[in-house]
C-alpha cells in the first residue's frame, strides 16, 4: 500500500489526519516541522506528502520546492488554516496538486490523495492511463 507523510506542528490535525487515512490502508508516518520530514526522507521513500502551509521553521511551500529541487517527485498536498496565500500556478509549480483550508471534510482530502497517488502512478507507468 501506498506511504504517505503527515507534516503538520498541530497535534490534532496530524492525528485526525493519520486516522482518516490509515482507514484507507496507508502506510503513515508523522512529522512536526520539515525539517524532521527532510532528514527522514535522506534515507526513505514516500508516495505523497501532505504538508500544513505555516509550521516552524521552513513553510510547507518552502518544504515542497525543496523537495522539488532535490528530484524527490512525489505529489504534495498542502493544508493550511488560512486562505490561499499564492496563486494556483505558483502552487502547482512548487508541485502541490491539491490545497485544503482547515477545518477541511476528511473525505474529500482521501479522494484527493487518492486521485493524487493514481495520476502519480499513470504519469510513471507508460499505458498505465490506458489501462486504468
Aim: glycine share 6%; proline share 4%; aromatic share 8%.
Amino acid at each position: 500500500m501506498s506511504h504517505i507523510l503527515i507534516v503538520e506542528d498541530e497535534p490534532t490535525t496530524s492525528w485526525a489526519l493519520a486516522e482518516g487515512l490509515a482507514d484507507d490502508g496507508f502506510t503513515i508516518d508523522t512529522f512536526r516541522s520539515a525539517e524532521e520530514a527532510m532528514a527522514w526522507l535522506a534515507n526513505g521513500t514516500c508516495d505523497l506528502v501532505i504538508t500544513d502551509l505555516r509550521l516552524p521553521g521552513m513553510s510547507g511551500l518552502e518544504f515542497a520546492g525543496k523537495l522539488r529541487r532535490a528530484r524527490v517527485s512525489v505529489p504534495i498536498v498542502l493544508v493550511s488554516a488560512y486562505g490561499a496565500e499564492r496563486t494556483t500556478r505558483e502552487l502547482r509549480r512548487a508541485g502541490i496538486v491539491d490545497y485544503f483550508t482547515k477545518p477541511f471534510q476528511v473525505d474529500a482530502l482521501r479522494r484527493a490523495v487518492r486521485r493524487a497517488l493514481f495520476e502519480n502512478v499513470t504519469r510513471r507507468v507508460p499505458g498505465a492511463r490506458k489501462a486504468a
